[in-house]
């Protein structure tokens, strides 16, 4: 008897939740992005629910929850009911990287269904206009001339531009200071301002400084040139062989929404990638929209398996933690 009301109990909760999914969305929607706004993801983020709103019929709201190097909204998702009206905006340092480096409450890859892929940029080695070397591979001669008297410039310890910067190290065979800055925007002005000496970030970020010639960009981490800057070469033309690495954006809902839930947010997502209206917005901020079999939940899922499958290895082997 126990038995058979534990599984009319089961039918219930699954028949009302089938319901819901049906339904979907009849309130507002709220897109927690990781960061402060005015950041890259905040950006984009803001110009994709400009779209999405049309698409769904309901009001999308950005909330910023920022701290711990995205890991607090990132959190904050996943205790989330799973009903697809909290969704997480984030992209490879804080989908990827910092299960690896930080200890969480939750686990990147279990704890989320994956919604579409949004957009990529590459990260480049960037360097205060000052700085000596003409090229990349004088860069990395220069480098090597001149260990641990080097300064380059980090948001945090442990994140993203940390492990970029201690793979680069171990596959040139450099060897340079890590500085901490709280975020982007302080460490992008002391380089612009010649205090520091070099920096591993998304190309998005500091295109503007470097179309302006207070920065100087030295080489993609990537296999082609990037669209935006062609006239930057690859690591890989100066002879560094497998140093890629991007930051790519991705969309998020906590584990056990309804396929239904997914398939209205992936659709939505769809529809806006596809308006040339936001697709030129997206290239304005220096980022490329992934191609339509690349925007399912499945490519999404796929995509970031392999990059915890390449990174963490690297990360814990050489000991990347933040405390």
Do not use: C
């Amino acid at each position: 008897m126990k038995n058979r009301f534990s599984i009319v109990l089961a039918f219930l909760a699954a028949s009302i939740a089938s319901a819901v999914a049906e339904t979907y969305p009849s309130r507002p929607i709220t897109i927690v992005v990781p960061f402060p706004a005015g950041g890259p993801t905040d950006t984009l983020a803001r110009i994709l629910t400009d779209h999405m709103r049309a698409s769904l019929g309901q009001s999308v709201i950005i909330e910023n929850v920022s701290g711990g190097g995205g890991s607090v909204g990132v959190g904050r998702v996943a205790r989330a009911a799973p009903d697809g009206y909290t969704v997480s905006i984030g992209h490879w340092a804080t989908h990827v990287v910092n299960g690896a480096t930080l200890n969480l409450p939750y686990d990147v890859l279990n704890d989320f269904e994956p919604v579409s892929l949004l957009a990529d940029t590459p990260i480049w080695m960037v360097a205060r206009k000052t700085l000596p070397p003409k090229d990349f591979k004088e860069l990395i001669a220069w480098l090597k001339q001149n260990p641990d008297k080097v300064t380059a410039g980090t948001v945090g310890v442990g994140g993203a531009s940390d492990v970029t910067g201690t793979y680069f190290q171990n596959v040139t065979g450099t060897k340079f200071q890590f500085v901490p800055y709280r975020g982007g925007a302080p460490l992008y002005q002391d380089l612009a301002a010649d205090h520091i000496d070099l920096a591993l970030g998304m190309a998005a970020g500091t295109y503007p400084l470097v179309r302006s010639g207070q920065i100087k960009a030295y080489a993609m981490m990537a296999k082609a040139r990037w669209w935006a800057a062609p006239d930057v070469p690859t690591m890989e033309e100066a002879g560094v062989q497998g140093l890629y690495a991007s930051f790519w954006h991705g969309l998020w809902v906590p584990k056990g929404a309804h396929e239904n839930v997914i398939a209205s947010l992936n659709s939505a997502v769809r529809s806006a990638l596809a308006d040339p209206a936001v697709r030129q917005r997206f290239a304005d901020q220096g980022q490329a929209i992934p191609t339509p079999e690349q925007q399912s939940p499945e490519a999404l899922g796929a995509h970031q398996r392999a990059e915890i499958e390449k990174w963490w290895p690297i990360i814990k082997a050489a000991g990347i933690k933040a405390y």
